[in-house]
Structure formats: C-alpha cells, structure tokens
T-cell receptor
Framework: DAGVTQSPTHLIKTRGQQVTLRCSPK?????VSWYQQALGQGPQFIFQ???????QRGNFPDRFSGHQFPNYSSELNVNALLLGDSALYLC?????????????FGEGSRLTVL | QKEVEQNSGPLSVPEGAIASLNCTYS??????FFWYRQYSGKSPELIMF????GDKEDGRFTAQLNKASQYVSLLIRDSQPSDSATYLC????????????FGAGTRLAVHP
C-alpha cells in the first residue's frame, strides 16, 4: 500500500519563475492538505482540497494556488517565486470520513529559490 | 492568531532517561492534539494523538492533555539515541476539516 507520494523531491528555481508540485494521496484517502515548512519552523497550513474544491485556506497570498483531480491527486502552484518561498512543501492526506484530524505526510518537495 | 507554542530546545537527555516535551495552545476550542517526530531532512511522522483530558500511553510514549490549562505534553521513557529528532506538537482547530496548527518544534538530543 503506497503512502503519500510527492514529486519532485528537490528543485531549484529563480526568482519570478513558477513551480508546480504534485501529490498522490494514500490509497483510500480523499482529502489533501498542503503545508509549507521553512527551515527551523513548524509546517504552516497553505490550503486543503476535498471533492476537487479548495475547502480551507491559510494565510498565504494568491500566488499560491492548487487543484485536485478526480483521482484525488493534487497540485500546488506557486507563481512569481520569491526567495522567501524556499521551503519544504509537504502534502498530507486523510481518509474519507475520518474525524480525528490525523494526517499522513509525504516526504515533501524541497524548493530552493535563487 | 491561533498558536501552538513549544520550547525550541535543544533538550538534552542521557540514554535511558525520561524525556519530557511540552506544548501550549491558544485556541480553547481545539479538539485534538498530535505529536509528530521529524528527523532532519525528513517529513513529519505521527507518534500519537490525544483528544481527552488525561494520559494516553503507546509503548514508550505517553501523551498528556490538560484542556483547562491548554497544555499538552509528551513523555518518552527509556530514551534512545534513535529518538533524537525534532518533535512537533499540533492542534486541530475548532471548525473541523482536519486543519492542524503546528508549533515550531522541540529538538531532542539523546546522548549515550
């Protein structure tokens, strides 16, 4: 049973560029959340997708956008990259109907903006 | 701003000792609380969660919750060098949807 998978694992971009990160949730999971973790900080909630719609959003600018596909996989897009966007981007999934709040994290995509 | 606060550490304990990690939260409506372990360069791994006042034990780990004091703790008994990692405390906010607010983490170092 594959867990949460993310791609790419590492990438380097320059300021002003755009990036797309991808996530496949754990089998049986239908909700995908994205978090940003800067060095030395805890993960910060970006947004959550359920039934192909953004259900909740954290305090991130509109440069951060996402999408969820019918197979529950998801993408995170960041436009006009800034140096401060350098971080580990974590995707987390949770199963249908689960009410405990438990999240299962992927290994993350480490983005470096130069 | 709803927050979760943790001491950044490092917390240094000898092998075999009890490590005590603490966390406070500001949202009184928070429903459940999570402890994740994160090794350097890796993603967070769930250790355990708690939603009722009192203690919850799982092997060498015990989570404690005091909602009146808005305080959560994690005890690690018989600490091992492999327990050396950053421990993240997270709260699930009122309003549901599995949105977790994380603390900045406490770095634990277990020395032989």
């Amino acid at each position: 049973d594959a867990g949460v998978t993310q791609s790419p694992t590492h990438l380097i971009k320059t300021r002003g560029q755009q990036v797309t990160l991808r996530c496949s949730p754990k089998s049986g999971h239908d909700t995908v959340s994205w978090y940003q973790q800067a060095l030395g900080q805890g993960p910060q909630f970006i947004f959550q997708y359920y039934e192909e719609e953004e259900r909740q959003r954290g305090n991130f600018p509109d440069r951060f956008s996402g999408h969820q596909f019918p197979n529950y996989s998801s993408e995170l897009n960041v436009n006009a990259l800034l140096l401060g966007d350098s971080a580990l981007y974590l995707c987390a999934s949770s199963p249908r109907g689960q009410n405990t709040g438990e999240l299962f994290f992927g290994e993350g995509s480490r983005l470096t903006v130069l | 701003q709803k927050e979760v606060e943790q001491n950044s550490g490092p917390l240094s304990v000898p092998e075999g000792a009890i490590a005590s990690l603490n966390c406070t939260y500001s949202d009184r409506g928070s429903q459940s609380f999570f402890w994740y372990r994160q090794y350097s360069g890796k993603s967070p791994e769930l250790i355990m969660f708690i939603y009722s006042n009192g203690d919850k034990e799982d092997g060498r780990f015990t989570a404690q919750l005091n909602k009146a004091s808005q305080y959560v703790s994690l005890l690690i008994r018989d600490s091992q060098p492999s327990d050396s990692a950053t421990y993240l405390c997270a709260a699930r906010l009122s309003g549901g949807y599995n949105k977790l607010i994380f603390g900045a983490g406490t770095r634990l170092a277990v020395h032989p």
